[in-house]
């Protein structure tokens, strides 16, 4: 609700009154805070999970230090423990099929770091999942102040619990999407066709308390811009619905409040958003993160090229692809700047196909060309 | 310039002086035989002489002129005599006849003196009027007759009460803050906002000055026989055009008793630039010193370091819940039917209580009850209309005004399809009705309403109104003793309908009323001692939020809070006693009972934080009073005059708060939600003490003043991090008590006459804030004070206004002060291959500077006095210099990444034309 009349300020204030503007702010620090920050989750899902501990870094820097040689457990009410490896530097892994996530048991993260301090949080309840009960997805506009609007589609997830017993959700996805190179190159063939995935970024959590009924109708996801070429062949989204305890979600709500528009006139002042992990000797020591224990379902969707409406006409991200032959020998002056494709000779001469960039005949340059294992083939 | 104007005033007075220091004119012609009412307009026609009479005396009276006389005391003596009809001259050498009363006989002698020599005293005063003609002057000396009393029943020497009401004479409305002064007696008196005055005189001739701001002067010879009161008319100045701009009492600046008092009339605040072109009140009251606001359009404002929600708005008596319109960018109240506001920030008389910060009383025009007339005016926003007339009888009269915005089309002209379809719209309106019953009764009635709507693009719709108003009856048991007593009712209620998705479509509601009965008695026991006391009875009833579904396929469960309802009953007793001519002073003491009313459900929480995993107990008491606060809340002031132009107040006053604003946000918003004291929150209490200096300089027309002030508040409320206030069962878990201590120093130059005026006004004040509880979870800033998020520490304010002439005149405006505190990111950190940012301490870091200057161009229409209409011209520019003022700085986490923005409202100058009217 306050976020409603905060928008209505941002967007609607400066170009009703005329001659607002807003601009990018870089701010002036003379203080850094260094604060530890665990991150990590715990699901009925076996595969490999994940912990990375790192610390907090300055605000034009782009990443903390990793915190290595920190010994990570995870203990579960009955007392039974597995212990993470450390993979990477700050990123520990329980592999696959080292725990069982029990639904309805309570379970506990256990962190030693190299200075020997002992960081523990506090016992979370891994709840039932619920339902996905759809994935879909509309085309819409998304209007842009001094700009044309946006066309794309819109994904929706329809999740529920008909026991009544979830209330608070929270969505990530892993959007993959298959595309294609503007040239074929001779010994390029396995470069033509590849596939890019990437993350979920956005917090997206609901909350069905309010409700009658346990059903988070409708929460939008993912908008996918034509702008850009997710969905130039095929393109698919694996949804996983997490149920989360009260105390979880409300760290994820206030985590979300602190980082939309914190410091504007119609948000609350920002506050530090501390989680459920705290210093076992000193317990006032900031510590950031979350030990998130949820139970999971997944639902994965693909959306063809042939699927999406005929009146949407997504980029294939080969717009700046510009082709060029030449003929004759002079070619070596022309080089500069050109990728050669091919030579060949016509009615005897030498001809050359040049292309204006690397990532126009080689896909790998922005994706992998091993297909995912989950993959269907659009129908061509 | 006016000091060769002076000089002419003057010369042309003695010349005038001396002629009716010529005793008796010579006629010029002969009038033997004319009926005495041609005689008379034969006088007044020829001779310039105005003869004024009862028909009846003069029915068969035929002039006696004998051929060789030119006396015309000798024609009257003669053509009078014979019939027992008497006669004055007054200094001007008008006739007034008396018929055969005997109220003159005793004059003769002493009359003219006195009147010789007041004339006299008005010369020196007229020198530092703004204007004057010899029109304005020689009404000045007309001296009006009034005669209280049988004379034969006078016993000499005895002291006799004389009492009245001043009211202007055109439109019938009070005149506030004129002083009557018997100059043979030396006393004095002020009207009150009633117009009413009172003082105590030894029984005899006296000659009464009648002197205020904007109002020609004028002067009352008085026979007082015995006790009276009296209804006396005052002029308006005909020089209103040139404007005087702060209403107060010449020398009112120094020896009033108020310290922290501003007083301000609507013609400055219309002379003010405005942004939009709507004259606006509060945005006028962001100006005077120790009033700050956390950004420009934003709602609220705060007075000396209180929050929004301490501050008591009252219109004509009656408070106001949400005073904005459209998110705070104007105020809710239309320019055309306020009169002044007047805005305590300290010494707040013991009247006065409920909020601890400062009492903002706004009063509306009354009607003019006279003749029907009105006003009007367009502004890009508005547009606005205000009639006003007699009731029958002209006993009483009504006005009634609306505003409303046509914002709607103007949204539509944007070629954004957001914004076409968005709508926003808002009105307000007023009706005011004033009656006369009788001598010792008056009637009066104040409605007011407004309504915000509001929706953006998408299916929600904000609705928010304001209700009020007040129904009061003055009786005056005496001329010593008057009673006001007073019903007043206050409704505000929002509602948001969201259809968005349609299984979580809803209406949200929430509303507060407020009740309110009371007696407010002035007595005034001496000429040294006014006594004020009265009781007040208060009942809140909150409907905290419900919510309902909405649509057929809504899954959104009904839910409502429990209503909330206390009543608060309040007496008072206060005396203003001036102990000699130097020192005066006003002890006042306010005692309030609060009661908490159940039956309602109150949460029990067991040791340790105030969360709710805490909870013990929700028990639903079904007792009649669930908690109790009371106490009592003392209230001082002192003037000492140092002399005649400068003195010394100090004041003292404790304020208790019992209806609390929650707003977690930095502005308030108009989904802010007002909540009662109850088992958890306790009252807000404050206290303050100020010390000022006061100096009035060129005649008092240059009023200047030094405040300092320190005032703690107790019990302030606060929020833990995150917390949700909207249709939360525990709010109290939520909520954290919080301790505040505000100093300052506040420095205003005013000069109210002439050309040139304006005022100049420079703050340096601080506001700081701790919380520190029991838990961490309770505790901000590690329990260490931080500012308040409008603590800016100085400020300077200039509003300077030239006239060229009668009818061009520009203002301008300029306001700089620190940039408000806002807390910055300390850190970045990663989760889930998201950036976030960390804070830490609130409040560390300030936005920049705030500098702003705004003129507008006034012109009035012809100064000629008949017309159909009076119109006006105002060209203003908002934010001149086109700086970027910063209006808020927040950071968003978009795809993984954070960014900063900062956001300016008005970052380019922003031309308005505003036409208004008068009929």
């Not at chain 1, 915190?67 to 592999?95: F, N, Q």
């Not at chain 1, 393109?235 to 980082?259: I, T």
Request: net charge negative; glycine share 8%.
């Amino acid at each position: 609700m306050q976020r409603t009349i905060r928008h209505i300020i941002l967007f609607l204030a400066p170009v009703f009154l005329a001659g607002g503007c807003i601009e990018p702010y870089y701010p002036e620090l003379d203080r850094y805070e260094d604060v530890l920050v665990i991150d990590g989750t715990f699901t009925n899902i076996d595969e490999d999970r994940y912990v990375n501990i790192t610390r907090t870094y300055g605000y034009y820097d782009v990443k903390g230090t990793e915190e290595t040689g920190a010994v990570v457990m995870v203990r579960s009410e009955d007392g039974i423990t597995a212990t993470y490896t450390e993979k990477s530097p700050g990123t520990y892994v329980l592999p696959a099929g080292s725990m069982e996530g029990e639904i309805g048991k309570e379970y506990q993260l256990l962190i030693e770091t190299s200075d020997g301090s002992q960081y523990t949080s506090s016992y979370q309840a891994l709840k039932k999942p619920s339902g996905i009960d759809s994935v879909y997805y509309e085309k819409e506009e998304i209007m842009r102040i001094a700009d044309s609007p946006l066309n794309g589609l819109q994904v929706y997830v329809d999740g529920s619990d008909p026991e009544n017993e979830t209330h608070y959700y929270q969505w990530e996805f892993t959007e993959t999407w298959e595309f294609s190179v503007a040239f074929q190159k001779p010994g390029y063939d396995n470069k033509y066709t590849c596939w890019r995935s990437n993350d979920s970024k956005a917090i997206i959590i609901a909350s069905t308390t309010q409700l009658t009924e346990d059903v988070a109708y409708r929460q939008p996801l993912n908008f996918i811009s034509t702008e850009n070429p997710r969905l130039s062949r095929m393109y698919s989204m694996n949804v996983r619905q997490l149920s989360l305890p009260q105390e979880a979600y409300d760290f994820w709500r206030k985590l979300e409040l602190a980082n939309e528009h914190a410091g504007s006139l119609f948000d609350p002042p920002p506050t530090p958003v501390i989680g459920n992990i705290e210093n076992i000797e000193d317990p006032e020591e900031p510590v950031l993160g979350y030990f998130r224990v949820a139970g999971a379902s997944e639902k994965r969707i693909f959306i063809s090229r042939n699927e999406i409406p005929a009146d949407l006409s997504p980029a294939t991200g080969n717009e700046h692809c510009e082709y060029l032959e030449v003929v004759g020998e002079g070619i070596d002056e022309l080089q500069h700047g050109w990728y050669l494709i091919t030579r060949f000779t016509y009615m005897d001469l030498l001809w050359t196909a040049l292309s204006s960039h690397v990532d126009c005949y080689d896909c790998t340059q922005k994706g992998t060309n091993i297909k995912p294992e989950f993959w269907i083939d659009p129908d061509e | 310039m006016s000091k060769r104007l002076l000089i002419i005033f003057q010369i042309a007075l003695l010349f005038f002086l001396s002629e009716v220091a010529g005793q008796d004119p010579c006629l010029e012609y002969n009038y033997d035989g004319l009926r005495f009412e041609a005689f008379a307009d034969s006088l007044n026609r020829a001779e310039n002489i105005q003869v004024s009479y009862l028909a009846r005396w003069v029915e068969d009276v035929v002039i006696d002129h004998p051929k060789g006389t030119c006396s015309l005391d000798a024609v009257l003596g003669r053509t009078l005599a014979p019939r027992g009809i008497r006669y004055i001259k007054d200094p001007s050498g008008n006739i007034i006849l008396t018929g055969n009363s005997e109220v003159v006989t005793a004059l003769p002698e002493s009359f003219y003196n006195v009147s010789t020599r007041e004339s006299a005293i008005v010369l020196e005063d007229e020198g530092t009027q703004p204007a004057g003609e010899s029109r304005v002057l020689s009404s000045t000396i007309a001296a009006k007759q009034v005669t209280i009393g049988n004379p034969a029943e006078r016993i000499p020497g005895k002291r006799a009460n004389f009492s009245g009401v001043i009211t202007e004479k055109e439109t019938g409305e009070p005149v506030i803050g004129a002083v009557v002064y018997a100059e043979s007696a030396e006393v004095g008196s002020i009207t009150d906002n009633n117009g009413y005055f009172v003082m105590t005189l030894p029984s005899g001739q006296h000659t009464i000055t009648l002197r205020c701001v904007g109002m020609e002067n004028q002067t009352i010879n008085l026979n007082l026989n015995e006790s009276g009161s009296t209804k006396i008319e005052m002029k308006e100045e005909i020089t209103a055009l040139r404007g005087v701009i702060v209403v107060a009492d010449k020398g009112k600046n120094v020896s009033g008793m108020q310290i922290g008092l501003n007083k301000i009339s609507v013609e400055l605040i219309k002379q003010i630039p405005a942004v939009m072109g709507e004259s606006d009140v509060l945005k006028t009251a962001i100006l005077l010193p120790g009033v700050q606001t956390v950004g420009e359009g934003a709602a609220g404002f705060n007075v000396r370091g209180g929050s929004t929600d301490q501050n008591l708005i009252l219109l004509n008596s009656a408070p106001v819940f949400n005073s904005s319109h459209f998110f705070g960018f104007f105020s809710a109240f239309n320019p055309d039917l306020v009169k002044e506001f007047e805005l305590y920030k300290s010494g707040i008389p013991a009247e006065f209580g409920g909020r601890i910060s400062s009492v903002f009383q706004i009063t509306t025009k009354s009607g003019n009850t006279k003749k029907l007339s009105g006003s009007g005016g367009i502004s890009p926003v508005t547009a606005r209309l205000m009639v006003e007339g007699p009731t029958v009888g002209e006993s009483g009269s009504f006005l009634i005004g609306a505003r409303s915005t046509f914002s709607d089309l103007l949204l539509k002209q944007f070629k954004v399809s957001t914004l076409q379809r968005s709508s926003a719209a808002f009105y307000d309106a007023n009706l005011i009705v004033s009656q006369s019953i009788n001598e010792n009764n008056d009637l009066a009635l104040s409605l007011y309403t407004s309504n915000d709507q509001f929706q953006l693009s998408s299916d929600t719709v904000y609705n928010y109104n304001n209700l009020n108003g007040t129904l009061e009856w003055k009786h005056d048991f005496s001329d010593k003793l008057i009673s006001e007593t007073k019903a007043i009712f206050s409704h505000y209620d929002y509602n948001v309908n969201s259809m968005d998705n349609e299984i979580n479509a809803f209406d949200l509601n929430y509303a507060i009323d407020y009740i309110e009965g009371r007696t407010d008695f002035r007595y005034f026991l001496s000429n040294v001692h006014t006594l004020k006391f009265g009781i007040s009875s208060s009942w809140y009833l909150l409907e905290p939020g419900s919510r309902y579904p909405v649509g057929e396929q809504s899954l959104v469960e009904p839910f409502q809070l429990e209503k909330e309802n206390a009543n608060e009953v309040a007496f008072y007793i206060s005396d203003e006693y001036n102990i000699n001519q130097r020192l005066s002073v006003y002890g006042g003491l306010r005692f309030s009972y609060y009661r908490y009313l159940g039956p309602k459900t109150v949460n029990y929480y067991s040791e340790g934080p105030r969360e709710p995993f805490n909870l013990i107990s929700s028990v639903y008491e079904t007792d009649r009073t669930i908690q109790r606060y009371a106490g009592p809340a003392a209230r001082f002031s002192l003037r000492y005059k140092v002399d005649n132009v400068s003195s010394l107040k100090l004041s003292y006053n404790r304020m208790r708060q019992y209806l609390h604003m929650l707003s977690n946000t930095t502005a308030i918003s108009p989904t802010d939600i007002w909540k009662l004291s109850d088992t958890h929150i306790r009252p807000q209490l404050g206290d303050q003490v100020a010390l000022g200096y006061y100096r009035d300089f060129n005649n008092n027309t240059i009023e200047t003043s030094a405040e300092i002030y320190y005032k703690h508040i107790q019990d302030m409320i606060e929020y833990k991090g995150g917390a949700s206030l909207i249709l939360n069962e525990m709010i109290e878990t939520d909520l954290i008590d919080g301790t505040g201590n505000a100093y300052g120093l506040e420095l205003l130059i005013k000069k109210k006459y002439g050309r040139l005026n304006g005022l100049i006004s420079y703050t340096y004040s601080r506001t700081l804030m701790k919380v520190v509880g029991e838990y961490a979870e309770e505790t901000i800033n590690r329990g260490n004070y931080y500012p308040a998020n409008y603590d800016k520490p100085n400020d300077l304010t200039a509003v300077i206004s030239y006239k060229f002439s009668r009818r061009f005149s520009v203002s301008s405006n300029i306001t700089y002060s620190t940039g408000r505190p806002i807390t910055l990111p300390v850190a970045k950190y990663k989760l889930r291959g998201s950036e976030y940012v960390h804070y830490s301490f609130r409040n560390e870091y300030r936005v920049p500077d705030y500098f702003r200057c705004d003129i507008s161009l006034n012109l009035e229409g012809n100064l000629r006095s008949k017309k159909l209409a009076h119109s006006s011209w105002s060209l203003s520019v908002y934010n001149v210099t086109g700086r970027n003022n910063v209006y808020s700085i927040y950071f968003v986490s978009r795809s993984g990444k954070i960014q900063g923005y900062k956001l300016s409202i008005f970052s380019e100058p922003i031309p308005t034309l505003t036409y208004s009217f008068r009929f």
